[in-house]
């Protein structure tokens, strides 16, 4: 049975872009800058799909 792991997704948005972090959910986790990408619908429907192939398994809330 695959185990389940928590990671944070974290957001900075603006008119033109969004910037993305992701920080794994254990205390003193690493946080990793992810990127820049286009506040287009297309572009974040890419993104979750990229976070969504990591190794880890979770969900979006």
Do not use: H, Q, W, Y
């Not at 389940?4 to 946080?31: H, Q």
């Not at 287009?40 to 990229?50: L, Q, T, Y």
């Amino acid at each position: 049975m695959k185990e389940n792991s928590v990671i944070f997704i974290g957001l900075d948005t603006s008119k033109l872009k969004i910037s993305v972090a992701v920080a794994d959910g254990e205390r003193n986790g690493e946080v990793r800058f992810f990127g820049d990408i286009s506040s287009e619908p297309a572009s974040v429907a890419a993104m979750v799909n990229k976070l969504s192939k990591l190794e880890r398994s979770f969900t979006l809330l």
